[in-house]
Nanobody, 115 residues
Framework: QVQLVESGGGLVQPGGSLRLSCAAS????????TAWLRQAPGKERELVSQ???????MYEDSVKGRFTMSRDNAKNTVYLQMNSLKPEDTAVYYC?????????WGQGTQVTVSS
């Protein structure tokens, strides 16, 4: 069983930064693909970014150039560095780990961008 624990969310002003963390136990994150998804009130959950087992990354168009996803294999943790935050980035952010067709989710962390 894989357990994922997100942290780092909070309230930040527009233009500010946050770094989300997703710490895993039960399996190494480098063995699969880890993704950050977000869900705003009244909207569907959407993919924000992901990192593959060989460290390839992808980003949703609206966050390109502002968000950076990385992985620390020694700590078995992935990060999402979010800069130049906008009110439309407000959402619950979830970490998802996928390998061999299995999906594991974290509990989510709230990010609120507001003045």
């Amino acid at each position: 069983q894989v357990q994922l624990v997100e942290s780092g969310g909070g309230l930040v002003q527009p233009g500010g930064s946050l770094r989300l963390s997703c710490a895993a136990s039960g399996r190494g994150l480098s063995s699969g693909t880890t993704a950050w998804l977000r869900q705003a009130p009244g909207k569907e959950r959407e993919l924000v970014s992901q990192i593959t087992s060989d460290s390839g990354t992808m980003y949703e168009d609206s966050v390109k150039g502002r968000f950076t996803m990385s992985r620390d294999n020694a700590k078995n943790t992935v990060y999402l560095q979010m800069n130049s935050l906008k009110p439309e980035d407000t959402a619950v952010y979830y970490c998802k780990f996928q390998f061999f067709g299995y999906n594991f989710w974290g509990q989510g962390t709230q990010v609120t961008v507001s003045s």
